[in-house]
């Protein structure tokens, strides 16, 4: 165009009306136009493959139209004890996840409609679903770990034990004298007898040379006194191992550890600290049979952190680390559907008397059903097809526990097995059981629309 | 998993002027550089080595390659730890890569019973001169030779953590009562013995198979190895009840038998280098050296150092060596490929990655002074010259029992850390799996 300034445009004419209408055929070519890039890539990615799968699952491991087997694959699906213990934890999966998912979810949905910050904890909420599955289960194994110094979840279980039930001293000696025998409540007793003017030597071993105290000083075997219980407590140990029960050169007292001394009874009637050398002296003790004993709290094992990665609760654990991810989704939707609601209903509940609760039995929850329904459909479908979190999180050794379909075809056919034929088979069987659900989702969407 | 089967395996050969001398007999170049611009193309070849675990070293093998042969171009794809995966589905699609690098050998067996493979009797006269001839067996499924095993590890090593044993007062055993021994005196030390990696199955399987090694030697391995002995047998219930001595003694884990079900091949070798020390020794192989230097402060010596696995029936067996490895295969067969292949059995192949380490090798004319240092040596070494080498067990399986998570032999032997005291359940389930898997195979 001239930047000589504005000239005279024409005025503008309205397009002629389309000469004629176009033919019927017309009309269709426009819509396979127009259809055609969405359902070559549907043919191409989906429909292709899906049939290609479920021809090859009546084939064996040995390619495309190979050895045909019939139903040898479902049946081996069906007969496989991992296999078996895929599809019952997706049976879990479904009973569990979906429900708790939406209960969160619903929760959520409800008090953050009455909170001051309901945006930032709703985005706090919702982050978990930015994040990959995949990292989300390399987190959480990390944040699993047993190991308190490693995993945040023990970690955090090891600060609350620590504050009602601290480690002792030495929670990780055993002892090396015969005769020092650990009771239930986990102190020592020396079971031999002492008497008015014994020596009693309690040797322990097991103590990492980083937990022996700092003032630690050469253990010394104390000379007996007369009317005085003497004993020491120390190392057993030095290297090469020692002699069990006998002091020797280079092995360590172990200082301020409490030693009681126990009557025929059993009652404590005197306690002694140890020396730096892990001498004690029990003075002036009436005649009579005692024994010896190191009390319980010396012993006292720090907490070791559960095995949330361990084959009782890795389920479990799977599933909290997936209602984490998912609850801020359900939390959205339910929240939508929450704000969408006739406010009046409610009003009129509560003006006829209803307490909170009722109305959010009777009204609010009835009136969410269709919503909470969308969310609950779409979780069982997610939840059936799981991969990636049980992939991540779960420790190779669970795999067996943790097994979901999704994972046993993975395994099954591309690692190691290269067994499409199985693979096939259960990869047939996850989308057999995918389509009850997705035909009550398109019912539904029919009757929406 | 397959990323640690990368340490894991080394090994070669060598000779590049034998090579072209083999491989232009032919067309042999007239040319006074001793190169052959006769012999034309590309090659592809999809492997396990990433940048940060061996392309680099491998590239230079390469590079070598290209001096005799300027005119093949070798394009390597490093495919990393999901190289079964990508390989099975490239086979049964049709359209595999020329060549491969396979940790397994069941893997090969399965591909070459299926046809995939080419065969390279055509290198059989560059392996004679370099190997000895346990090593074309590695290679050889139904009397056809079809691999090369260019790269060995050790697998009969335990490394151990020099401080912890120093403070026990304890030397590296020669035996396995001796080792028994020494774990107990290292408990009363305070730091557990043993670092068990049981979160990958891998590393459980490679004890037992060293423990059936030492005990019955090479010839019963390779029987079961081959499942002509079955699992149910009384030799295997030996073994296992040895190994029971080690995972059994769960105070002296690191981590207790959960901890050891938890942590992996590469947080047993963490806890075990780690200040201070969670555990005082792991059993695995020579790779076991670069997660050392990678992800601890231990100093080679000083820190951390090695022994052979420590014999259990005295006699010949106490030398033998287990090895993991990389098996080449082609898919095609060509005269590029030829030349490549017959190239890197030569020494001088080897030597190229041998002298940057985390490498070893059957080649028996590359010589122990190629190694950078000692521990290196004192691995590496042993492989070449062993009067006896066998392969991985579980390698040689079927991959369905032999090297599946969660399932077969790796499943199996969790199962067994959990609770070493059924002996012969294990021993039930494992015929089982493995009678079914081999019947699969058929």
């Not at chain 2, 231990?298 to 052979?308: E, L, Q, R």
Request: proline share 6%; glycine share 10%; charged share 15%.
């Amino acid at each position: 165009m001239s930047a000589g300034g504005i000239t005279a445009e024409p005025p503008v004419v309205a397009a002629p009306p389309p000469s004629a209408e176009p033919g019927r055929l017309g009309r269709y070519l426009v819509g396979a136009v127009f259809l055609a890039p969405a359902l070559f890539m549907l043919v191409v990615w989906m429909v292709y493959p899906a049939i290609y799968t479920i021809v090859r699952s009546f084939f064996g491991q040995t390619g495309f139209l190979g050895t045909w087997v019939g139903i040898d694959n479902y049946k081996t699906l069906f007969t496989t004890s991992t296999l078996l213990t895929a599809i019952k934890n997706n049976a879990l999966w479904v009973a569990v996840v979906p429900a708790f998912v939406t209960a969160v979810g619903l929760i959520f949905a409800v008090l953050t409609e009455r909170v001051r910050w309901a945006v930032v904890f709703k985005t706090f909420v919702f982050l978990p679903m930015a994040i990959s599955a995949f990292a989300t289960g390399v987190t959480w194994r990390i944040m699993y770990q047993q190991d308190p110094g490693l995993g945040a979840v023990n970690a955090l279980g090891k600060t609350v034990s620590g504050v009602f039930s601290p480690a002792g001293v030495l929670s990780s000696a055993s002892p090396s004298t015969p005769g020092l025998q650990a009771t239930s409540s986990g102190a020592l007793v020396l079971k031999t007898p002492a008497h008015p003017g014994s020596v009693v030597l309690l040797g322990l071993t097991g103590i990492a040379p980083d937990q022996v105290p700092k003032s630690a000083a050469q253990a010394v075997a104390p000379a007996a006194k007369q009317g005085d219980i003497v004993g020491t407590v120390w190392r057993d140990f030095k290297p090469g191992g020692g002699k069990a029960g006998v002091v020797e050169k280079q092995e360590l007292g172990l200082p301020g550890v409490t030693v009681d001394l126990r009557d025929a009874s059993g009652k404590t009637v005197q306690s002694a600290k140890t020396q730096t050398d892990g001498t004690f002296d029990f003075a002036k003790v009436p005649a009579g049979t005692y024994t010896t004993a190191i009390g319980a709290q010396t012993f006292a094992k720090p907490f070791g952190g559960y095995a949330w990665l361990g084959p009782k609760l890795i389920v479990p654990s799977l599933f909290i680390a997936y209602i984490w991810i998912w609850a801020g989704f359900a939390m959205v939707v339910i929240g939508a559907g929450l704000a969408a609601m006739p406010r009046d209903v409610l009003e009129a509940a509560r003006t006829d008397g209803a307490t909170e609760l009722q109305v959010f039995r009777r009204v609010t929850v009835p009136l969410l059903a269709p919503v909470l329904s969308v969310v609950f459909i779409t979780m069982i479908i997610n939840v059936l097809k799981v991969f990636d979190i049980v992939y991540a999180l779960a420790p190779q050794s669970e795999y067996g526990k943790a097994n979901v379909i999704a994972l046993a075809m993975y395994f099954t056919a591309f690692q190691g097995g290269g067994n499409f034929g199985v693979g096939s088979a259960i990869a047939v069987f996850l989308f057999l059981l995918v389509i009850p659900v997705l035909a009550l989702n398109i019912r539904r969407f029919k009757r929406d629309a | 998993m397959t990323r640690t089967r990368i340490g894991v395996v080394c090994i070669t050969v060598a000779v590049a002027l034998l090579a072209a001398g083999l491989a232009g007999a032919g067309t042999r170049s007239h040319h006074h550089t001793g190169q052959n611009l006769a012999v034309k193309g590309t090659i592809t070849f999809d492997g396990i080595w990433t940048a940060s675990s061996g392309q680099k070293q491998f590239a230079d093998v390469i590079k070598l390659f290209n001096k005799t042969y300027p005119n093949v171009k070798v394009n390597y794809k490093p495919v990393g730890d999901s190289l079964p995966t990508v390989l099975a589905t490239a086979v049964a699609g049709g359209n595999p890569p020329d060549m491969a690098d396979i940790a397994q050998p069941g893997t090969v067996a399965q591909f070459a019973k299926q046809g995939k493979l080419k065969p390279i009797t055509y290198a059989k006269g560059t392996i004679a001169k370099n190997y000895v001839s346990s090593w074309q067996q590695l290679g050889t499924y139904s009397g056809k030779l079809y691999a090369l095993v260019f790269k060995a590890a050790n697998k009969s090593v335990v490394w151990y953590n020099v401080p912890a044993f120093k403070s026990a007062g304890v030397t590296p055993p020669k035996t396995f009562s001796q080792l028994l021994a020494d774990a107990k005196v290292i408990k009363s030390s305070g730091t557990p013995a043993y670092s068990i990696g049981g979160a990958d199955g891998w590393t459980l399987t490679d004890m037992f198979e060293n423990i059936y090694l030492r005990t019955f030697g090479a010839a019963k391995y390779n029987a079961l190895s081959a499942h002509k002995i079955k699992w149910t047998d009384p030799s295997v219930k030996t073994a296992l009840t040895t190994m029971g001595k080690i995972i059994g003694d769960t105070g002296n884990l690191a981590g207790g038998t959960s901890g050891a079900l938890q942590y992996g091949f590469n947080d047993s070798v963490t806890n075990a280098f780690a200040t201070p020390p969670k555990a005082a020794m792991v059993f695995e192989a020579d790779f076991v050296g670069g997660v050392v230097s990678s992800s601890t402060k231990a100093k080679p010596n000083t820190g951390f150092n090695t022994f052979t696995w420590p014999s259990i029936t005295p006699g010949a067996n106490a030398s033998a060596v287990e090895i993991g490895g990389d098996l080449f295969v082609t898919f095609r067969d060509t005269p590029a490929i030829r030349a490549f292949v017959n190239f890197l059995a030569t020494a001088p192949a080897a030597e190229a990655w041998a002298k940057q380490g985390g490498f070893g090798t059957g080649n028996k004319n590359v010589p122990a002074s190629v190694y950078p240092d000692a521990i290196t040596k004192a691995t590496e070494a042993p492989i070449s010259t062993a009067k006896s080498v066998v392969f991985d067990m579980s390698d040689q399986q079927p991959p369905s029992f032999g090297a599946t998570a969660a399932q077969g032999e790796w499943g199996l032997f969790q199962d067994f850390l959990k609770n070493p005291k059924d002996v012969a359940g294990i021993q039930r389930k494992l015929e089982a799996a493995a009678a079914a898997a081999y019947k699969k195979g058929k």
